[in-house]
């Protein structure tokens, strides 16, 4: 519906605020059915982990509809921060974004990583682009795929 107008836009560091707020209201339902959700720590926990050189805003028709970040590790790439705005979910635009992203050639040959919380299901998403399980927790599920 929406990929031809898809874009992914470098972040920057104004864009933290808003960016730590979509990660408190997408995360809110999992993390509270898991009894982590915590109003400060949730934004907080973005914050100390945000880097705008590794995060792109996801743009649909010129509107910020999400984002989602992928840094450079030991190991090859950690991908996270992937939030979408509740109302452009089920639209396809994770699955237009993950295309994006794992088409990049710096990628290839390399493992990237991801973790999930348990029963979100964005874990199907990563599921279809072939991500496979490494290991779980009572919280997070950890998957990744060699690109």
């Known amino acids: 519906m929406y990929q031809s107008q898809l874009k992914l836009v470098q ?4 864009h933290k605020e ?16 898991l009894g982590r959700f ?3 720590k949730v934004r907080q926990r973005f914050r100390n982990a945000f880097d705008p050189s ?7 028709e010129g509107k910020i ?32 974004t993950l295309r994006q992203l794992l088409a990049r050639p710096h990628l290839q ?5 991801l ?8 874990q199907r998403l990563y599921e279809r682009f072939g991500f496979e399980l490494d290991s779980e927790d009572e919280v997070d599920i950890f998957m990744s795929r060699t690109i």
């Open 11 to 14: 972040a920057s560091s104004i």
């Open 18 to 33: 808003q960016l730590a707020e979509l990660r408190a209201m997408v995360l809110q339902e999992d993390l509270t059915r």
């Open 38 to 40: 915590d109003e400060h």
């Open 54 to 60: 590794y995060t792109w805003l996801i743009e649909v």
């Open 65 to 96: 509809a999400g984002c989602v970040a992928l840094k450079p590790e030991q190991e090859g790439y950690i991908l996270e921060h992937f939030y979408m705005y509740p109302d452009v979910q089920g639209h396809g635009i994770g699955s237009q």
């Open 109 to 113: 040959g390399k493992v990237v990583h």
């Open 115 to 122: 973790n999930v919380l348990q029963g979100s299901p964005a």
